[in-house]
Each structure stands twice: as structure tokens, then as C-alpha cells.
């Protein structure tokens, strides 16, 4: 993609990326994180998989400061929170302008073309020049494979190609970190696969991930490490090929066949 710096995320082989320390986090009587720790090395790809209300998009949320944890820190390359100490709009803002992140819902402005989506986070929370702005927002579209909608409005793209203008849109704030909550969960199936392909691309240039998912097979393919989380903490991680095919917990042995063999 001429002129986009793709190429900048990921290169420095083994470097920790985001490194997430001690979350925790309560709602009312609820604790939902009990202190989840887990590294994420630059260029790869972490998969969050569990069942409903296991704390997984929380976790997810905890990263970009879109949920403020109870206590623990979160550093994304060489900025840090530490949650427990209180810290002020500025510090979480600087945290969450490393990251971008694609929802389960596309959230895009309905009023807004499709460039104008792509383009509305650049120029107005960014900055940057106009033209700039423009040129790369018409490649990110034509990464996806939609150049030919970009004066179109939502409502006249299928549910998949509106989350492909999400990752799009989330692209175009450079960020270091690339975050999916469950991506293709509000998608008829027919239409995941689309949305998975993009991803999949992603990940084989070199983009940091952390994605939240129900699509094991996706996990399988792409992820570096899989993490399963069940009542607030990582039950267990590594590997997909140790997680997902060899799990040594009876309650990820449990979960993955309630997931691949529902009958």
C-alpha cells in the first residue's frame, strides 16, 4: 500500500509491544478481572478466546482505556498507565492513541460517506494535512476492497463491507496496536469470511493484534498465542497448536468442544 507505513509495525522482532500487568476490575459486586497478566511481542497476533461474560472484551477495553481498570498497568511501546494510581484524561488519552480499535458493531457515522469515515479521525483528533489524509484513506479503502464505495453512505453497504470500513477507519490513525472485539460476531455467516480475510492479511504484514473471537478456526490459522479466559482469568495460553489441539485445562478441553462439535 504506497505511501502507508505498514511496514513500520512489527519489524523488531520480539520486542514486547503492549505488556498488561495485574488488571483487575469490578463492577459492583462483580469482579470481572482477577488480575490478568499477558505480553504481546510486536508483529504478532493474540487471540482472546472464552465463553460470554468471562471478561475477555473488558480485558480488550482495559488496553485503550475505553474501560479504566480498578488497578494494574498497561503499556503500549513506551507508554504506560498504571491504572491504580489514579491516572488523570491526559495519561489514558496518550494510552489510547497507540491503539485502535474494531468493533462488534461497525459504529460508523451514518451521516458520513465512507471516506469521510476513514478520514474523520485523522483530520479532526489528529490533525494531520488534508490531502494527506485523503490519499491514504483512498488506499486503506482500496486495501479492503472497497475504493469503488467510498462516496457511498453506510446504509448502502452489506453488514461486512461496513465492518471492512471499520478496520479501515482504524487503520487510518497509524496506530501500533490493532484491537477486534468479536469482529464478525454481528455478521450473517456468509459474510464472516470476508471480514476474516482482511484480518488474515493483517496479520501476515506484520500488524500487532489482539482480537477477541469465537472464530476458532481463525485462532488456529493466524494467532501466535491464544489465550482462554473463564471467570475473570487466563485459565490457560500459549501456542494455538498447545491451546486449541493439546489444551491441558479440563475447563479449555470443555469449552473448545462445546465450540467445534455443538451436537
Known amino acids: 500500500m504506497s505511501g502507508f507505513a505498514v511496514s513500520e509495525v512489527g519489524l523488531e522482532g520480539g520486542r514486547v509491544l503492549l505488556s498488561a500487568t495485574q488488571l483487575h476490575k469490578r463492577f459492583g459486586d462483580n469482579e470481572v478481572l482477577k488480575g490478568i497478566d499477558f505480553d504481546v511481542p510486536a508483529g504478532s497476533v493474540s487471540v482472546l478466546i472464552g465463553p460470554s461474560g468471562s471478561g475477555k472484551t473488558t480485558v480488550l477495553r482495559s488496553l485503550n482505556g475505553l474501560e479504566l481498570p480498578d488497578s494494574g498497568t498497561v503499556r503500549i511501546g513506551d507508554v504506560s498507565v498504571d491504572y491504580g494510581a489514579q491516572p488523570t484524561k491526559k495519561d489514558v488519552a496518550r494510552l489510547r492513541a497507540q ?25 479532526l483528533v489528529q490533525r494531520r494535512p488534508a490531502g494527506e489524509v485523503r490519499t491514504e484513506a483512498l488506499a486503506l479503502l482500496d486495501r479492503v476492497g472497497l475504493a469503488s464505495k467510498a462516496e457511498q453512505y453506510p446504509f448502502q453497504l452489506s453488514g461486512g463491507q461496513q465492518q471492512r470500513v471499520g478496520i479501515a477507519r482504524a487503520l487510518a490513525l497509524r496506530p501500533q496496536l490493532m484491537l477486534f472485539d468479536e469482529p464478525t460476531s454481528a455478521l450473517d455467516p456468509e459474510l464472516v469470511g470476508e471480514v476474516l480475510a482482511v484480518m488474515k492479511d493483517l496479520a501476515g504484514e506484520g500488524w500487532t493484534m489482539v482480537v477477541v473471537t469465537h472464530e476458532i478456526r481463525f ?27 493439546n489444551p491441558q485445562q479440563p475447563r479449555t478441553r470443555t469449552f473448545l468442544h462445546r465450540i467445534l462439535d455443538p451436537i
Request: proline share 8%.
Open 99 to 123: 491503539s485502535a480499535m474494531v468493533f462488534q458493531g461497525h459504529n460508523l457515522f451514518p451521516h458520513l460517506t465512507v471516506l469521510q469515515n476513514v478520514t474523520e479521525g485523522p483530520l
Open 219 to 245: 485462532a488456529q490459522s493466524v494467532a501466535d498465542q491464544v489465550l482462554f479466559m473463564d471467570g475473570g482469568v487466563v485459565v490457560e495460553s500459549g501456542p494455538p497448536e498447545a491451546v486449541l489441539e
